[in-house]
């Protein structure tokens, strides 16, 4: 397992430092914006990889309300919170790119206000499951997860639906869209690198929090006593004893 | 240049500070299950 994370991080540094040298210098300068169009190289990729993270974050919610399994959850909590990790480097890399090119940091049009939205519904996620107590703090966030996908087709079809400030689309935005070919390769390089980046900070969070829940369950299984740790056996009479105390009277053998 | 720098700053600087919440927490695990195996 150790080798197989240490060969996946070196691949992924390596895309990363290809993805970079493709962005900074193999790209062509942008003719109107210059060298700050390259944020794109980071924004794009990022995006794209928030919205991936939160489907999968759905899919896995989806998968924990059916199942109930403990490793439906551990995922589903590992891609809303790498997810919003992304989401907010598009929150940050967007403004850094806007102010040169418009002149202004901010504007409510629909791709900003949406995804600052999408932003805000997972951060609440990982709040619930933060603070929140109680048996059905994962069934709520599951619930919470379902809803709040909805916002991700909002965002990705805002700039075709709505007249925006934003950029329009270049991937099927019609006539005039499109990126120079070395344009689309740094692109490509900077997904690769990124997705990989993503899956290796998913699988360490995925691992983290199933360690975490064994080490709950340790200590709620100390603190109940040793009864708790052992399995209920029924007793000569066929009954089980319910946390290690005498059955109660009328109880039927189960 | 000023903002293109700023943006790849800010992404790592981000991405980092995550790496670095990730380390925090496995190391409170391990603290954690040191001291169940003790107890």
């Not at chain 1, 969070?205 to 603190?223: D, G, I, K, S, T």
């Amino acid at each position: 397992m150790k080798r197989s994370f240490t060969f996946f991080a070196l691949l992924t540094l390596g895309l990363l430092c290809y993805a970079l040298y493709q962005g900074m210098v193999v790209a062509p300068t942008e003719a109107t914006m210059g060298d700050v169009q390259r944020i794109f190289y980071y924004h794009l990729p990022h995006a794209w990889v928030a919205f991936l993270l939160f489907f999968t974050n759905f899919l896995a919610s989806i998968w924990y309300l059916v199942r109930r399994t403990q490793q439906s959850d551990a995922l589903a909590l590992a891609s809303a919170e790498v997810g919003v990790v992304f989401c907010t480097v598009v929150l940050v890399t967007g403004p850094l790119w806007a102010r040169p090119v418009w002149g202004i940091w901010w504007t409510w049009d629909a791709r900003l206000t949406s995804t600052l939205v999408l932003w805000l519904i997972y951060v609440s996620y990982l709040v619930l499951r933060r603070f929140a107590t109680g048996a059905q703090t994962q069934v709520l966030a599951a619930a919470l997860a379902i809803f709040g996908f909805v916002d991700v087709p909002i965002v990705y079809l805002s700039i075709r639906y709505f007249r925006t400030q934003h950029p329009q689309p270049v991937i099927a935005g019609g006539e005039g869209s499109g990126l120079d070919p070395r344009m689309w390769t740094a692109v490509l390089w900077n997904l690769a690198g990124f997705l990989s980046f993503a899956l290796l900070l998913i699988w360490q969070r995925y691992r983290l929090a199933l360690a975490e829940n064994a080490v709950e369950e340790a200590h709620a299984n100390r603190a109940l006593g040793p009864e708790a740790e052992m399995p209920a056996k029924p007793d000569s009479r066929g009954f089980a004893p319910e946390y290690g105390s005498a059955p109660k009277m009328g109880n039927k053998p189960r | 240049m000023k903002f293109l720098y700023l943006a790849y700053i800010a992404t790592w600087t981000i991405h980092s500070l995550y790496i670095l919440y990730l380390t925090s927490r496995y190391k409170r695990l391990r603290e954690e299950r040191k001291e169940l195996e003790k107890e």
